[in-house]
């Protein structure tokens, strides 16, 4: 079964940080192009960064120099590192991933079930 499950939300101040991490299995690694998103209440899924089958990175200005995306293609696991966290970062945060590269959610065939991440003093 393909699937993908993230993990490493949680509560943290705001100037924190959190890596969160989203576990592939079911596909072979590195065959797919992954992404980031963010969700709140009420709002379309808001693309976040991107990391193609090349390892290139992309990234949404909202968070370009705070998040990093990498994987781990031995692993099969996508990473998002995120730092200088503010409250506006709090949302519902999704791993993706694609055949071919898009930043549009609504393109993405896979989807995890997110993790939340809540940045409030």
């Known amino acids: 079964q393909v699937q993908l499950l993230e993990s490493g939300g949680g509560s943290v101040q705001p100037g924190g940080s959190l890596r969160l991490s989203c576990a592939g299995s079911g596909f072979i690694p590195n065959s797919y192009y992954m992404g980031w998103f963010r969700q709140t209440p009420g709002n379309q899924h808001e693309w976040m960064a991107s990391?193609?089958?090349?390892?290139?990175?992309h990234y949404a200005d909202s968070v370009k120099g705070r998040f990093t995306i990498s994987k781990d293609n031995a692993k099969n696991i996508l990473y998002l590192e995120m730092s200088s966290l503010k409250p506006e970062d709090t949302a519902m945060y999704y791993c993706?991933?694609?055949?071919?590269?898009?930043?549009?959610?609504?393109?993405?065939?896979?989807w995890g079930q997110g993790t939340q991440v809540t940045v409030s003093s």
């Open positions: 993706a991933a694609n055949p071919w590269p898009t930043q549009n959610p609504r393109v993405y065939k896979l």
């Open positions: 990391i193609d089958t090349d390892d290139s990175t």
